[in-house]
């Protein structure tokens, strides 16, 4: 893990978590195909730390070309839905 940011991001965790879900990807899988724990998939999701791998292959795994294009999706999605 490369740093840790201060504080939790729901909305982010929520957005991921239901791209993944769509996508039937495990956190686990995610994990165990990066060689890590499955908490330091989760915490990245989560936005309590940050490991620019994880995140890419995150954001590759659910189609985004990288992680800040993954999370402006989600962005956009939060403020058409609601």
């Given at each position: 893990m490369?740093?840790?940011?201060?504080?939790?991001n729901p909305e982010q965790a929520a957005?991921?978590?239901?791209?993944?879900?769509?996508?039937r990807i495990s956190q686990t899988e995610l994990a165990q195909e990066l060689g890590v724990c499955?908490?330091?998939?989760n915490l990245n999701i989560w936005g309590l730390s940050s490991s620019r791998r994880?995140?890419?292959?995150?954001?590759?795994?659910l189609g985004y070309k990288d992680w800040d294009r993954l999370i402006e999706a989600g962005d956009s999605f939060h403020r058409l839905a609601g």
């Open positions: 490369e740093q840790k940011d201060e504080k939790r957005w991921i978590i239901f791209l993944l879900s769509r996508k499955f908490q330091a998939v994880i995140k890419q292959h995150i954001a590759d795994r």
